[in-house]
């Protein structure tokens, strides 16, 4: 999932789940703040794609399965229970007696309307191609197929769904339970649209409700009292600043103006360490910067290799990031069971000019005028001035930062309208799938333009290689085509640098600092 800041479920420990329930005083509201970055682009699941948005989904949806907080493993959700063939290809969904946040029932119905709607291509839904594990999915989405009856969704009653897949998903489970497979209710969508995400016409089945969202201000949700295990949720009322910039976020939390934070200004990150309410851990993440490969000067190879080579990396995470982050020359992080790491090229001055002379740009001579896209950030600004002088001191060209706020910023990515920009990816669940199939040819989430056949192939058999063994070989494989030909230039490998003082609950150093909102909250004191 696209990071928006430096950064991007058991049920709740007895701690928590001890703060359920109702207000330990009449009238008492326990509300938690956090900094969620910056203005959300969209809350319909079907069309974010960002962490913060999905951070803010997982708290007004729920899908058929959520996350064990601390773990990451799948939970029963709106489905009490599953069945599995024994081949793996078919997995059948029973529904609890759950409602919609008006009273509503919710249906097997309401999945099947909610899924075909993110592989609608009218939709547009950039993360359609998560579903193309499902029989027919991909054909469907690409408009090959208009008859959704031959995709493998199926109710069979009000309260059981059945998928059929195209092949074995190790990790389907975990996808169920991410934004893009939240269901939606339909006759709000259909009534309300394009605003059914306004707080007046708000529909959900999560553990919270929108009541207001403030543009640039805040995002308020209440307690959904519908939400079928609302007893166990912790908090009366959740509120999400949108904060971009690092040090007014903390500037909030010192103040006590907000609860959490998952950011931290980049000035102050070593001494910050030192504190107890600084939570410092492993994170399933990529910092890189994404190479447009339709647009000269990066449509050549040889200079996307020359700006790789000319960054040095080990000094970034060393003396400017310091905040424990791993310099990153590939680009699935550590972290993924049985996945070996890919080597990748290392910083080499004398290398990256050399292709560049190649290139046709001797010590960069007659090199065009590139622009380097951000979103807004103190840290995106540092980071980029830091690599636009590296640049200018290895290979002897300028480039000029251009800062755009995140939707803009977002749109700019989405359109290919940037010759090189930042960018981060967490992953959506513990694979390296979930890194690697971004980048197939025409691929949703793909912003780079940049397509290789092999590669695709690679990807595909991968998916349908069900010896686990074989199938990490095949993403090095494909992975090392993926480096070789950099589209996209890693930068670092991320941590978590989450802030909060001793009395919240609910925030677990799992490895995709994934925080729930149902567990989220302060214990009584």
Same mark, same amino acid.
């Given at each position: 999932?696209?990071?928006?800041?430096?950064?991007?479920?058991?049920?709740?420990?007895?701690?928590?789940?001890? +703060?359920?329930?109702?207000?330990?005083?009449?009238?008492?509201?326990?509300?938690?703040?956090? !900094?969620?970055?910056?203005?959300?682009?969209?809350? %319909?699941?079907?069309?974010?794609?960002?962490? $913060?948005?999905?951070?803010?989904?997982?708290?007004?949806?729920?899908?058929?399965?959520?996350?064990?907080?601390?773990?990451?493993?799948?939970?029963?959700? !709106?489905?009490?229970?599953?069945?599995?063939?024994?081949?793996?290809?078919?997995? /059948?969904?029973?529904?609890?007696?759950?409602?919609?946040?008006?009273?509503?029932?919710?249906?097997?119905?309401?999945?099947?309307?909610?899924?075909?709607?993110? $592989?609608?291509? =009218?939709?547009?839904?950039?993360?359609?191609?998560?579903?193309?594990?499902?029989?027919?999915?991909?054909?469907?989405?690409?408009?090959?197929?208009?008859?959704?009856?031959?995709?493998?969704?199926?109710?069979?009653?009000?309260?059981?769904?059945?998928?059929?897949?195209?092949?074995?998903?190790?990790?389907?489970?975990?996808?169920?339970?991410?934004?893009?497979?939240?269901?939606?209710?339909?006759?709000?969508?259909?009534?309300?649209?394009? =605003?059914?995400?306004?707080?007046?016409?708000?529909?959900?089945?999560?553990?919270?409700? $929108?009541? *207001?969202?403030?543009?640039?201000?805040?995002?308020?949700?209440?307690?959904?009292?519908?939400?079928?295990?609302?007893?166990?949720? @912790?908090?009366?009322?959740?509120?999400?600043?949108?904060?971009?910039?690092?040090?007014?976020? &903390?500037?909030?939390? *010192?103040?006590?103006?907000?609860?959490?934070? /998952?950011? @931290?200004?980049?000035?102050?990150?070593?001494?910050?360490?030192?504190?107890?309410?600084?939570?410092?851990?492993?994170?399933?993440?990529?910092?890189?910067?994404?190479?447009?490969?339709?647009?000269?000067?990066?449509?050549? !190879?040889?200079?996307?290799?020359?700006?790789? +080579?000319?960054?040095?990396?080990?000094?970034?995470?060393?003396?400017?990031?310091?905040?424990?982050?791993?310099?990153?020359?590939?680009?699935?992080?550590?972290?993924?069971?049985?996945?070996?790491?890919?080597?990748?090229?290392?910083?080499?001055?004398?290398?990256?000019?050399?292709?560049?002379?190649?290139?046709?740009?001797?010590?960069?001579?007659?090199?065009?005028?590139?622009?380097?896209?951000?979103?807004?950030?103190?840290?995106?600004?540092?980071?980029?001035?830091?690599?636009? %002088?590296?640049?200018?001191?290895?290979?002897?060209?300028?480039?000029?930062?251009?800062?755009?706020?995140?939707?803009?910023?977002?749109?700019?990515?989405?359109? =290919?309208?940037?010759?090189?920009?930042?960018?981060?990816?967490?992953?959506?669940?513990?694979?390296?799938?979930? &890194?690697?199939?971004?980048?197939?040819?025409?691929?949703?989430?793909?912003?780079?333009?940049?397509?290789?056949?092999?590669?695709?192939?690679?990807?595909?058999?991968?998916?349908?290689?069900?010896?686990?063994?074989?199938?990490?070989?095949?993403?090095?494989?494909?992975?090392?085509?993926?480096?070789?030909?950099?589209?996209?230039?890693?930068?670092?490998?991320?941590? @978590?640098?989450?802030?909060?003082?001793?009395?919240?609950?609910?925030?677990?150093?799992?490895?995709?600092?994934?925080?729930?909102?149902?567990?989220?909250?302060?214990?009584?004191?």
């Amino acid at each position: 999932m696209r990071a928006a800041i430096v950064v991007p479920m058991l049920l709740a420990v007895a701690a928590a789940a001890g +703060c359920g329930g109702k207000p330990e005083e009449p009238g008492e509201v326990r509300e938690f703040v956090y !900094v969620s970055g910056a203005e959300p682009e969209t809350l %319909d699941p079907a069309r974010m794609t960002g962490l $913060l948005e999905g951070r803010l989904a997982n708290g007004l949806f729920e899908g058929l399965t959520t996350y064990d907080p601390a773990t990451l493993a799948p939970l029963p959700g !709106v489905a009490e229970k599953w069945d599995v063939s024994p081949e793996g290809l078919t997995y /059948t969904f029973h529904l609890r007696e759950a409602q919609w946040s008006n009273g509503d029932p919710i249906t097997s119905g309401d999945f099947a309307y909610s899924w075909r709607r993110v $592989l609608d291509p =009218k939709t547009a839904a950039s993360y359609a191609y998560l579903m193309y594990c499902i029989r027919g999915a991909e054909a469907f989405n690409e408009g090959r197929e208009r008859d959704f009856r031959t995709v493998g969704i199926e109710v069979a009653d009000d309260r059981t769904f059945r998928v059929h897949l195209a092949r074995v998903t190790p990790y389907f489970l975990e996808l169920t339970a991410f934004s893009t497979f939240m269901p939606v209710h339909r006759k709000t969508v259909e009534k309300f649209s394009p =605003k059914w995400t306004a707080p007046e016409n708000f529909v959900g089945n999560g553990p919270f409700v $929108l009541k *207001e969202w403030r543009i640039n201000s805040r995002i308020v949700m209440d307690r959904n009292p519908k939400y079928w295990d609302a007893a166990n949720v @912790v908090s009366d009322r959740i509120v999400a600043l949108p904060i971009e910039s690092a040090s007014t976020a &903390f500037n909030a939390y *010192e103040e006590g103006r907000a609860d959490l934070i /998952t950011t @931290v200004p980049l000035p102050q990150v070593v001494h910050l360490q030192r504190r107890p309410d600084f939570h410092n851990s492993d994170y399933l993440g990529t910092y890189y910067f994404t190479f447009n490969v339709t647009r000269p000067p990066f449509d050549d !190879v040889r200079v996307r290799r020359a700006f790789n +080579c000319a960054a040095d990396k080990q000094r970034l995470v060393r003396y400017i990031l310091r905040g424990g982050q791993k310099a990153a020359d590939t680009f699935v992080p550590p972290g993924i069971p049985g996945y070996p790491a890919v080597k990748g090229p290392r910083f080499d001055p004398h290398l990256a000019a050399e292709l560049l002379a190649k290139a046709g740009y001797p010590a960069g001579k007659g090199f065009p005028k590139v622009e380097l896209l951000y979103n807004s950030s103190e840290s995106h600004k540092h980071i980029a001035e830091v690599l636009q %002088d590296m640049w200018k001191e290895n290979l002897g060209v300028s480039i000029e930062l251009v800062n755009l706020e995140w939707k803009t910023y977002l749109d700019a990515l989405r359109r =290919k309208d940037y010759q090189l920009a930042r960018a981060g990816w967490i992953g959506d669940y513990v694979d390296p799938n979930t &890194f690697l199939d971004l980048f197939v040819t025409g691929g949703g989430n793909n912003r780079t333009g940049w397509g290789n056949t092999q590669y695709d192939s690679l990807i595909r058999a991968a998916g349908r290689e069900p010896d686990p063994a074989r199938r990490m070989a095949v993403f090095t494989r494909a992975e090392a085509i993926l480096i070789d030909e950099m589209p996209v230039m890693p930068l670092y490998f991320y941590r @978590v640098h989450n802030m909060y003082r001793k009395g919240v609950v609910g925030v677990y150093p799992n490895i995709r600092n994934l925080i729930l909102l149902k567990h989220l909250g302060k214990a009584k004191q």
